[in-house]
């Protein structure tokens, strides 16, 4: 990181960002992330609408110091290649961070008039929302960064595309808590209502919640997975890193109990893995990761004894699980066909060699892609 560029000049467009502020980037953005966990689970702990501001609340400080890291890595990449490049290195995080910022001030100004929300309520308000828009672009800036370079994805690149990746689902989930297997177990409204884990409730309003989890899970993690397959490489265990931190959120909220969620976020992390890290897998392998994390589940808790449901339901819901992964992969697959010099280093034919291009890269120059 030296001066800035020359005034009307900037990096090119081959030249990677240094791995400093995606670093830096991504510890921001984690602490937004468990600052937004723990402000969640204070409004889901909260009976009733209590009145007042709580804007400097505990959690809240945690979030907005995580936003003032994106500033702080923004404004460092403003001094050095000048006031666009923030905009031009990271216009997800820019865009963001404006967005997040009227969301708070929003947020604030809606606390004042109505009070603070509890419970379910506080996931769907407007200025959460706006919240929540703004966050997931922060989230999903250093993945974009790194989409845009040519180059291979390195053991530590591949760690922030990991970090990206579970913050990114850890945001989407806590705002779709009405619909998330991961809050299973936990406590609501101070604990007037303990939310089942799936498969472990005989009511047949739990087990259309369940089913409904299982689907919406499924489809979540695999459109996660294939999007940034099509764009990015990254090394193997990737994925079993990235579902695997995901797996912890669950045991703070909710205690071993919620273990069997754990194990099978790791199984999808590693069948998603194995199924192939460096290039776009086929749909039938996205379905595959998909329904092996609901197997994993299922089995452990069947063996510990909390398993309820017929075997058509958790049978369906595997099922279900590898037809929702199926179809997201094949939906992606057929309108976003993969980046031709993303590098496949196990001998997997680019797009640019089949066409009969360098076998170096676009350029000829060996910085386009590695073939093994």
């Known amino acids: 990181m030296t001066g800035p560029h020359p005034p ?32 969640i689970v204070r409004h889901l702990s909260i009976v009733g609408v209590q009145t007042g501001d709580d804007f400097l609340a505990g959690w809240h400080l945690v979030l907005y110091g995580g936003v003032l890291g994106v500033v702080g890595v923004l404004a460092g990449i403003a001094w050095a290649e000048g006031p666009l490049g923030p905009g031009r290195r990271l216009p997800s995080a820019t865009v963001g961070l404006v967005v997040l910022t009227a969301g708070g001030v929003g947020d604030a100004l809606w606390h004042e008039a109505y009070g603070v929300e509890a419970a379910f309520p506080a996931l769907v308000s407007p200025p959460h929302l706006a919240v929540f828009a703004g966050l997931v672009a922060l989230m999903v800036a250093p993945i974009g960064a790194l989409a845009r370079e040519p ?6 690149r591949s760690a922030i595309v990991a970090g990206s990746v579970t913050s990114v689902l850890l945001v989407i989930t806590l705002f779709t808590g009405y619909l998330t297997p991961l809050i299973g177990g936990s406590e609501i409204q101070a604990g007037a ?6 498969a472990t409730s005989i ?11 299982v689907l919406w899970f499924a489809t979540l993690s695999s459109f996660a997975a294939v999007v940034v397959r099509t764009r990015l490489a990254p090394e193997r265990g990737t994925w079993t890193g990235a579902f695997g931190l995901l797996g912890l959120a669950p045991l703070v909220v909710t205690g071993f109990s919620a273990l069997p969620l754990t194990i099978g976020l790791v199984a999808l992390g590693a069948v998603t893995d194995l199924t192939g890290a460096e290039r776009r897998p086929h749909p039938l392998a996205t379905g595959l990761a998909a329904a092996s994390m609901w197997a994993a589940y299922f089995l452990v808790i069947g063996l ?17 699980s590898f037809l929702a992964g199926l179809a997201v992969a094949g939906g992606i697959r057929w309108i976003a066909p993969p980046r031709a010099d993303v590098a496949p280093r196990v001998g997997y034919p680019t797009q640019g060699d089949r066409e009969g291009a360098p076998e ?8 386009g ?3 093994g």
């Open 8 to 39: 009307g000049t900037g990096p090119g467009p081959d030249e990677q960002l240094d791995l400093r502020w995606l670093v830096g980037l991504m510890a921001a953005n984690t602490v937004a992330a468990v600052g937004l966990f723990g402000d």
């Open 369 to 371: 892609r590695t073939v």
């Open 360 to 367: 170096g890269g676009r350029d000829g120059d060996g910085r």
């Open 304 to 320: 510990r004894g909390d398993l309820v449901w017929l075997r058509e339901l958790w049978a369906g819901a595997i099922a279900s």
């Open 193 to 198: 209502y303990t939310e089942p884990l799936v």
């Open 151 to 156: 180059q291979p994805l390195d053991r530590a």
């Open 203 to 213: 009511l047949d309003h739990d087990t259309a919640r369940g089913l409904a989890q």
